[in-house]
C-alpha cells in the first residue's frame, strides 16, 4: 500500500463538464471527493442523471476529468499511458448493466475468455477453475446457455464470474439488481455480500435499491445536483436532514409500502382496519 494514498480509490477535487462553452453545457461532477478503503464497499445512490455512471467511467479511465485527481488501486491513474491503465484494469473491473457479454459464446465460454486473459493462465485446469466459478455464482444449470436465453438477472451474475475470472481487487457494479425479480435480486445481493466477505473484495455499487445498501454497504455517497451532498456510514445517511436525502428515503418506503403510523404519507387514512 502506498503512504501518499491510502485508500484504495479515491476522488480529490474531481470536477467534469460535459460540452464547455456549448449551449447544454453540463456540469457533471463539481469538486467530487470520497474515497474507499480496501475490503469495504461504497454505494452511490441519487436520483437519475447525477453522475453516478459518470464516476464509475472515470475510475475505469473511460472517461477523464477536467480536473482534481483520481487514485485507483492506490496509484494516482491520472496521466497513465492506455498500458498502463490496463494494468490497473486487471485489478479493478466493472460490471455494466447489460452485462456486456458476447451474445455468439455460452456462458461457460464467456468465462473462459476472461479467464484465458490472465497472465498465469493454465490451460491444464481451466475446467475446473471455469466449473468453480459457476458454483460460486450458482449457475451452473446455465453452463451451456447463450446470454439471450438467459433473465437479465442471470446475464448479470454471469458477467459477474466473468469479472471474477480476472481475479480482480475491486469489482464496480453499475445498478445490478435493476429490472430483475425480487428473487434474483436478493439473489445477486447474496453474491456480492459473499465476494465481499469470503474473496474481501472492495467495491462501488450504483444503486437505487436500498435494501441492498443495508445489507452490503460500509458507506454511502449521496450525489445531488453535480455535487457529493453526503459521504458517510450508512446510519448516518439516515440521521441527515438534509432535504434531497430525507426525500430519496422517504419514496423508497413509499415504493416498498414500508410506511410507519406516524408518516406523514399516512394521513388520511388513520382508523383504517
Ligand atoms: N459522454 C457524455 N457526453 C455528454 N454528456 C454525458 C456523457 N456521459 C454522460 N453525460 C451526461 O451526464 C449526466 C450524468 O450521467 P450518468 O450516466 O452518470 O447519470 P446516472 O447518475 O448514472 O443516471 P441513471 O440513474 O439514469 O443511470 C447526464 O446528464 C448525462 O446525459
Ligand atoms: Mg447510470
Not at 90 to 117: H, P, Y
Amino acid at each position: 500500500m502506498s503512504d501518499q494514498f491510502p485508500h484504495y480509490i479515491e476522488f480529490r477535487d474531481v470536477n467534469k463538464t460535459f460540452g464547455k462553452g456549448e449551449k447544454d453545457e453540463k456540469h457533471v461532477l463539481i469538486d467530487s471527493n470520497f474515497h474507499v478503503n480496501a475490503g469495504q464497499t461504497v454505494a452511490i445512490i441519487g436520483r437519475s442523471g447525477v453522475g453516478k455512471s459518470v464516476t464509475l467511467r472515470h475510475i475505469m479511465g473511460f472517461l477523464k476529468p477536467d480536473s482534481g485527481r483520481i487514485i485507483v488501486a492506490h496509484e494516482d491513474i491520472l496521466g497513465l499511458s492506455d498500458i498502463e491503465m490496463n494494468r490497473i484494469r486487471r485489478k479493478v473491473t466493472m460490471v455494466f448493466q447489460s452485462g456486456a457479454l458476447f451474445d455468439s459464446l455460452t456462458v461457460a465460454e464467456n468465462i473462459l475468455f476472461s479467464l484465458e486473459q490472465r497472465e498465469d493462465y493454465n490451460a491444464q485446469n481451466k475446467d475446473d477453475v471455469v466449473e468453480g466459478l459457476l458454483k460460486m455464482v450458482d449457475i451452473w444449470d446455465a453452463r451451456d446457455q447463450y446470454p439471450s436465453d438467459l433473465s437479465t438477472g442471470y446475464r448479470r451474475a454471469v458477467a459477474i464470474a466473468r469479472a471474477l475470472a480476472a481475479q480482480p481487487q475491486c469489482i464496480l457494479y453499475d445498478e445490478p439488481t435493476t429490472m430483475v425479480d425480487p428473487i434474483m435480486s436478493d439473489h445477486l445481493t447474496l453474491l456480492m455480500l459473499r465476494l465481499k466477505t469470503q474473496l474481501k473484495l472492495t467495491s462501488i455499487v450504483v444503486t437505487h435499491d436500498l435494501d441492498l445498501l443495508h445489507r452490503v454497504a460500509d458507506t454511502v455517497v449521496f450525489l445531488s445536483k453535480g455535487k457529493v451532498a453526503f459521504f458517510g456510514t450508512v446510519p448516518d445517511l439516515h440521521r441527515s436532514q438534509d432535504p434531497d436525502i430525507r426525500q430519496f428515503l422517504e419514496l423508497d418506503k413509499v415504493i416498498r409500502g414500508d410506511i410507519s403510523a406516524e408518516s406523514p404519507f399516512r394521513t388520511g387514512v388513520a382508523g383504517e382496519a
